[in-house]
């Protein structure tokens, strides 16, 4: 069983539609939770950081971590076709540590 | 701010062969990481520098890999000889102080775009 399940997709809605990604996950020591988008044959970006449980939003993102059902949620509002991309969950038991990812879920926002 | 690069972008070697690949942190990030994405799978850790020294090595695959951080700036990966499973992109991260103790520090990886390694 992986440590992070993420529905790879893939997703399209159109354009101004709210988009849910989710992850789960089943190793209560992770503490930090992200989200990282990633454009084709770029690097993965940091879009989102969340300290344990609660929500956090920034702009059309917002970010939702449920540590007691370790699940851990990403919405874009308003979504945009600059918005296409893979979006990649990514969970760390402390800081200064290595990250695990989810397998991705590849997003396309139509106009 | 430059950000982290890596080269090359791309490299096509057979198997048998010898390739290293190099990362370049952003300056003054003490952490340095090296991960991996094969076909179809998630992007992987394999390992974890603070400045020169190795802190976690717990991800790499087998004893063809090495990894060095001379000086605790750049970093290079070699992998010798390669594998066909070795194919895949190779990320570099860093990211900028180290606490032991855990801390509240926002420990940002900043990621490289990549190398994508074919082994033919």
């Known amino acids: 069983q992986k440590e992070v399940e993420q529905d790879p997709g893939p997703l399209s809605v159109p354009e101004g539609a709210i988009v849910s990604l989710n992850c789960t996950y089943s190793?209560?020591?992770?503490?930090?939770f992200m989200w990282y988008r990633q454009y084709s044959r770029k690097g993965p970006e940091l879009l989102m950081y969340?300290?344990?449980?609660g929500n956090k939003e920034d702009g059309r993102f917002t970010a939702q971590v449920d540590k007691s059902s370790k699940y851990i949620s990403l919405f874009i509002r308003d979504s945009q076709p600059s918005d296409s991309a893979t979006y990649l969950c990514a969970l760390s038991s402390g800081s200064a540590r290595q990250l695990t990812f989810g397998s991705g879920t590849q997003l396309t926002v139509l106009p | 701010e430059a950000g982290v690069t890596q080269f090359p972008s791309h490299s096509v070697i057979e198997k048998g062969q010898t390739v290293t690949l190099r990362c370049d942190p952003i300056s003054g990030h003490d952490n340095l990481y090296w991960y991996r994405r094969v076909m179809g799978k998630e992007i992987k850790f394999l390992l974890h520098f603070v400045k020169e020294s190795k802190q976690d090595e717990s991800g790499m695959p087998n004893n063809r890999f090495l990894a060095e951080r001379t000086g605790g700036t750049y970093s290079t990966l070699k992998v010798q000889p390669a594998e066909l499973e070795d194919s895949g992109v190779y990320f570099c991260?860093?990211?900028?102080?180290?606490?032991?103790?855990?801390?509240?520090?926002?420990?940002?990886?900043?990621f490289g775009p990549g190398t994508r390694l074919t082994v033919l």
């Open positions: 969340t300290y344990s449980s």
């Open positions: 991260a860093s990211s900028q102080e180290y606490r032991p103790s855990g801390g509240a520090s926002r420990d940002t990886q900043y």
């Open positions: 190793n209560s020591a992770f503490q930090y």
